[in-house]
């Protein structure tokens, strides 16, 4: 079991709004999302409920720089949303295939 990370759109930006103001109260901002380090241990399943109850998903990480932020801010022990089903190919949440060049 890991921790919980979430992640989903921002609020939208308004006036002189800075961009912690775009994302919940204990939540990040990166790369134009928003992200929630949780320390609740949970499966990979009740993981991905537990986004989807905040209105986000695990977080697709396909990004070095947004690997290093993450990595940075506390998140050692994670759960991402990347799956493999029936024995086929790895897959992102969001439907992206997953390249391990990236």
């Known amino acids: 079991m890991a921790a919980v990370l979430v992640t989903k ?3 939208s930006l308004s006036g002189s709004q800075n961009q912690n103001s775009l994302c919940p109260a204990r939540w990040l901002y990166s790369s134009h999302l928003c992200f929630l380090l ?5 499966t990979w399943g009740d993981s991905q409920s537990f986004c989807h109850g905040e209105s986000g998903s695990l977080a697709v990480v396909t990004d070095p720089a947004l690997q290093k932020f993450l990595t940075d801010n506390g998140a050692q022990e994670y759960w991402v949303g990347l799956k493999r089903e029936g024995g086929r190919d790895w897959t992102w949440v969001n439907g992206e295939s997953f390249n391990e060049n990236r």
């Open 9 to 11: 759109c921002p609020l």
């Open 38 to 42: 949780s320390t609740d241990r949970k």
